[in-house]
């Protein structure tokens, strides 16, 4: 299959889809074309010459060096404009702001040796991240300046491969460890990672890392020394198992500081039949948080079908998730769940609430318009699924504490999306999201309708 994207797709972006169905499988949090990681695409069929000159950048993704040793090269650069309204219903620091972010992320991928016999890789890629604009001052996840998102060394054997060193991670579908390549600065782990693959779809993965924590300056993005990643992910076709272990030395919950172990035990079941898709993970977590247990969990659900007999062939989804809080404060059990490292815009392209005490009910529609376009239109309604437990944003800060309100239901959101493909390497995309407010957050503070537009063009190879 991949040969024949290669030989038909103009070999460049052939690891994706033609333009309007790619914009229309691609969410807000994945890369418009080819991979978000990079070094998961697999450039080797273009040792052969010819293949190499079907497209313009055929030279850059493979680059002979010698006997079974060859370079591929590629590039990310963006600019997203991001303007809101009322953010997070007036409370923000800087409730209407107006920013542009921009980055570029070039990367080098060594392959020494065939891959059916005893390999060694490197593989770094450069990030300049700035921005301008953002109010009242932009953080290491707008901006880290110059360094280092990921460096590491790979030796493999067969099926077998050990990586050492910096890396972007994404399991799944991105609920729990994601690359929040969404915001301008996407996330890193520095640590080991070893993987067997056991064929016919069948994959396992075992790993020990510590997030990377960006910092304002250039060259000094650090290696996090309170928060810790372990775990097996196992892939089987149509199945995901796996188990992750965390450790946070400050964890904060309801205003507390302690130490927090946590233990996630996951599976993921997905697939697709004839028009109908699916997608439905379901999470427990237990563990320890200063002296209280934890007993937290998740079930979210996608199923779509596609409609070919519909004027311009929709895709239509209804997504309903339940994430866990805390129900009852004192009893010595934390209900709250943590989505750990999630994909950066969780919901859509304006996500002010994250997965932690929410209950959450999704449609969309998508289609391909045609020329490279095409659209989505997005409904969301939130609640609150403990009363004692309150608002959480996607990284899991408090944005709103429960106080004395009952009330559950959070609020509602229109979203719509509009991409053009305008070539292989170009996408161009903008989004208007609205967010009216429900009875807790009118009770608990500001409650302001939110608006954001985006702009963006992003440009790969």
Request: aromatic share 10%.
């Amino acid at each position: 299959m991949r040969q024949q994207k290669i030989q038909t797709a103009c070999l460049a972006l052939s690891l994706c889809a033609s333009g309007p169905l790619a914009a229309q499988t691609t969410e807000a949090w994945q890369a418009p074309t080819l991979s978000i990681t990079r070094y998961d695409e697999d450039w080797s069929d273009l040792a052969d010459a010819e293949k190499r000159g079907h497209h313009w950048t055929g030279p850059f993704k493979y680059i002979p060096l010698g006997d079974d040793i060859w370079l591929s090269t590629g590039v990310e650069l963006r600019l997203r404009n991001e303007n809101y309204a009322n953010n997070l219903w007036g409370g923000a620091d800087a409730s209407d702001d107006s920013y542009l972010w921009a980055r570029a992320m070039p990367y080098a991928d060594l392959h020494v040796g065939a891959p059916d016999a005893l390999h060694v890789r490197a593989f770094v890629q450069p990030i300049i991240s700035y921005a301008v604009g953002v109010a009242p001052s932009a953080s290491p996840i707008d901006q880290s300046r110059v360094d280092m998102l990921q460096g590491f060394a790979e030796v493999g054997v067969g099926p077998v491969t050990l990586r050492g060193g910096r890396q972007m991670l994404s399991l799944g579908t991105e609920r729990l460890i994601g690359t929040r390549y969404g915001p301008n600065t996407p996330l890193a782990f520095d640590g080991v990672r070893g993987s067997v693959s056991l064929g016919k779809g069948r994959k396992l993965d075992l790993f020990l890392l510590n997030p990377v924590q960006p910092g304002p300056d250039s060259f000094d993005d650090r290696t996090s020394d309170t928060r810790k990643l372990w775990g097996a992910y196992a892939t089987l076709p149509e199945l995901d198992l796996y188990y992750l272990g965390y450790r946070n030395r400050a964890a904060c919950f309801g205003g507390l500081t302690a130490r927090e172990e946590r233990h996630s035990i996951g599976a993921r079941a997905h697939g697709v039949r004839g028009s109908w898709h699916w997608n439905v993970e379901g999470v427990y977590q237990f563990g320890h948080y200063g002296d209280q247990r934890i007993s937290a969990w998740t079930l979210g659900s996608e199923v779509g079908r596609s409609l070919p007999f519909l004027p311009l062939s929709p895709d239509a989804t209804l997504r309903f998730n339940i994430v866990s809080g805390d129900r009852h404060r004192g009893d010595g059990t934390l209900g709250t769940f943590n989505a750990l490292f999630p994909k950066g815009k969780y919901f859509g392209e304006l996500s002010p609430v994250g997965p932690t005490n929410i209950v959450s009910l999704n449609p969309r529609i998508s289609a391909p318009l045609g020329n490279g376009f095409s659209a989505s239109l997005a409904a969301m309604a939130y609640w609150r699924y403990a009363r004692n437990d309150g608002v959480y944003d996607i990284p899991g800060n408090l944005i709103r504490a429960a106080g004395d309100s009952r009330a559950r239901f959070i609020g509602k959101e229109a979203e719509a999306t509009l991409a053009w493909q305008a070539t292989p390497e170009l996408e161009l995309s903008t989004s208007l999201s609205l967010f009216a407010p429900g009875a807790f957050i009118r009770q608990t503070g500001p409650a302001k309708t939110i608006a954001m537009t985006g702009f963006e063009a992003n440009f790969r190879f």
